[in-house]
């Protein structure tokens, strides 16, 4: 499977780098015959769209997806892959120029070691996540599909830098865990303090890390399999293809496995469990219970203040400050996409009926 790809039914491929004209993807698979809410697309690929607040990059970009393949003439899916295409506006690619010198903490130097000359060093060619733009668009589509079946996925900020956001109820949660068009933070005043943490992270010059979590409510029992065929390897794959996700966790632990396993009862005539440790997630295979999941994401590595690296071009150490335009903290705008690779390992899976 390629690099750029994601999917066995449903597969999407994600083209295009930072700084060329366009990004885009490919999404075989989807079901024919279905009415695409455009509007709802919109709104969801806005939650993601850089340059709208203090806490993001300044960089403009509408991301509006131009459709060129997979609608018939009455605007249905009609089974053919689904084409879109998202142009790039507002690049500054004189950022990048001048002597080769990897930015500490970027993708730079193990592109250089892999693609050599040719290695698109402009806002990180396709290492950047504006290949999250796509991504998005893919994932707004699965999540109709999903909502269409009773399945909901609502991720928010766990954590940014030292605040904690409250936790949903792992076993009854209330989705989407925050208002529309709000900082995405359970409480809305853990969502005053982490905007604060960025705050100060920019003003230092510096960036600060953070953890989101996701919930998917509605699931059947049995999505997934043992061993190499597991749900939480699925999602896994799709999950570290996010730039800055540097771990992933399902469920929780606790210290002792008389409090860590969920027990069994009986309500309304079906097996249910009594807690939710487990995440959703038992044996590789989704028990019924909600999905639940934690990515943490690494600081931004595009920083203000001086670091070491070394230029490749003369193969002398100095110090480099980084050009161009950053997230202070990726981890808000983060919270849309890891809710779309959800969308999409989950249409995946119910579209195999495993």
Known sequence: MSDFCIGDRLKVTLFGQSHGPAVGCVVEGYPAGRSIDWDRVSAFMARRAPGQAAWSTPRKEADVPEILSGLNAQGLTCGSPITAVIRNADTRSADYGGPRVPRPGHADFAAWQKYGAAWDRRGGGQFSGRLTS???????????????????????????????????????????????????????QAGEKM???????????????????????????????????????????????????????????????????????????????????????????????????????????????????VNLDTMEETFLTVQGRHDPCVAPRAVPVVESVAALVLTDLMLQGV
């Open 134 to 188: 796509p991504l998005c668009f893919a994932g707004a589509l699965c999540l109709q599909y999903l909502r269409e079946r009773d399945i909901a996925v609502s991720a928010h900020l766990a954590r940014v830098g030292g605040v904690r956001d409250a936790v949903p109820d792992p076993l009854r949660p209330s989705l989407p865990l925050y208002p529309d068009g709000a900082f995405p933070a359970i409480d809305r």
């Open 195 to 309: 905007q604060k943490e960025i705050e100060d992270a920019r003003q230092a010059g510096d960036s600060v890390d953070g953890e989101i979590r996701c919930v998917a409510a509605g699931l059947p029992a049995g999505l997934g399999g043992p061993l190499f065929g597991g749900l939480e390897g699925a999602l896994a794959r799709g999950l570290f293809g996010i730039p800055a996700v540097k771990g992933l966790s399902f469920g929780d632990t606790v210290r002792r496995g008389s409090q860590n396993n969920d027990p069994y009862r009986l309500e309304d005539g079906q097996v249910r469990a009594e807690s939710n440790h487990a995440g959703g997630i038992l044996g590789g295979i989704s028990t019924g219970m909600p999905l639940v999941f934690t990515v943490s994401l690494k600081p931004t590595p595009s920083i203000a203040l001086p670091q070491r690296s």
